[in-house]
């Protein structure tokens, strides 16, 4: 079996855990696989790579990477750049994984998924990735405990109001990374509609303590799924507040519990006593698991925990959240 022939473009931040997974499968248990080039526009994420003996030739520019024989790419960059670079590749017949979120809007995801139909692609939309969330949704649609009625998620967003200039970085420079929404938020809007299926219609109010109405903080949102499953979303700058994720089904509610005693579904039922389900680990985890997923799409065509079309609807979510935020009325998904 020929080796395949990877890229990294963007080796800061999570593009580096990308390059040592690539590099580290390549000389372990993935033979298959080899790295033969990382992209940064900066010289000193390129000497970190050889201080951390990552494989491959150097590149300040990501189209010279394109152009040395490759069959994939990983693409880390700034959220401005994932549209264009996405497309170079696809142009080039190049697998891509791209982090999310995929585009700073619908549109450009549209081109993105367009582009890609005929490549193995996938986005890091990493709670889905998660095994406790891969099990819950598992006994939600095996109907374990009946019929899933609501979903819901509380998410803390990281860093502090705007008005004190100590904002995540998203909601420093939406211009490159999106709104914080759209930066850090993908995620867990997209995490209802994987757990409780696709979104029909969105109900929200959004507040900011900065000057751009557009750049959200604070975020309350209700959202409506196939087979009339409800949803929900706090999503507010309370980083003291824990992170839950709930579904409630006709017989029993259910959250993940992480904790020293590991990972487990906790089940909550009227008339019973709890009980909390081992949660089955995956044969691998966090960038090994990533990587594998994508090598696995491209080998075997199997569809991994998130490709393309899910970072669009993840989008497609975000904005409708968004827009209803701002008209304070209900957005139908069909009109995003």
């Known amino acids: 079996m020929s080796k395949l022939r990877f ?37 000193e994420r390129l000497d970190l790579c050889d201080q951390e003996s990552i494989a491959g030739r150097r590149f300040l520019d990501y189209r010279d990477l394109l152009e040395e024989g490759l069959d994939a790419v990983c693409i880390n960059t700034d959220n401005d750049q994932h549209c264009e670079q996405t497309l170079a590749a696809a142009e080039r017949g190049l697998h891509v994984y791209c982090e999310k979120p995929i585009a700073l809007n619908v549109a450009d995801a549209r081109r993105m998924v367009e582009a890609t139909k005929d490549v193995a692609t996938v986005v890091n939309l990493s709670m889905r990735a998660m095994p406790e969330y891969q099990f819950m949704r ?70 900011t303590t900065g000057p751009d109405p557009m750049n959200e903080e604070f975020i309350h949102a209700i959202t409506s799924h196939d087979d009339e499953v409800l949803g929900a979303l706090s999503y507010l700058c309370m980083p003291f507040m824990p992170m839950k994720q709930y579904a409630i089904c006709e017989q029993a509610s259910l959250w993940p519990v992480r904790d020293e005693g590991g990972v487990r579904l906790h089940v909550a039922r009227v008339g019973a006593d709890d009980e909390e389900l081992p949660v ?47 008209a304070g009325e209900l957005v139908r998904m069909e009109e995003v």
């Open 7 to 43: 890229g990294i473009i963007g080796v800061g931040g999570r593009g580096i855990c990308n390059a040592k997974a690539v590099n580290a499968r390549a000389v372990g248990d993935r033979p298959d696989i080899e790295l033969i080039g990382v992209c940064d526009i900066r010289q």
């Open 280 to 326: 089955p680990a995956l044969p691998l985890g966090g960038d090994a698991y990533y990587v594998d997923e994508f090598v696995r799409a491209i080998r075997e065509g199997q569809r991994p925990y998130a490709n393309m079309e899910d970072g669009m609807e993840g989008q497609r979510i975000v904005e409708a959240i968004r827009r209803s935020g701002q």
């Open 138 to 207: 598992q006994v939600i649609q095996e109907q374990r405990f009946g019929k899933l009625l609501c979903v819901g998620a509380l998410h803390p967003k990281p860093g502090g109001l705007l008005s004190q200039g100590m904002g995540h970085r998203a909601t420093n420079d939406p211009a490159v990374w999106g709104p914080i929404l759209m930066h850090d938020g993908v995620h867990i809007s997209e995490w209802l509609r994987y757990m409780g299926g696709e979104v029909r219609t969105v109900v929200a109010r959004t507040k």
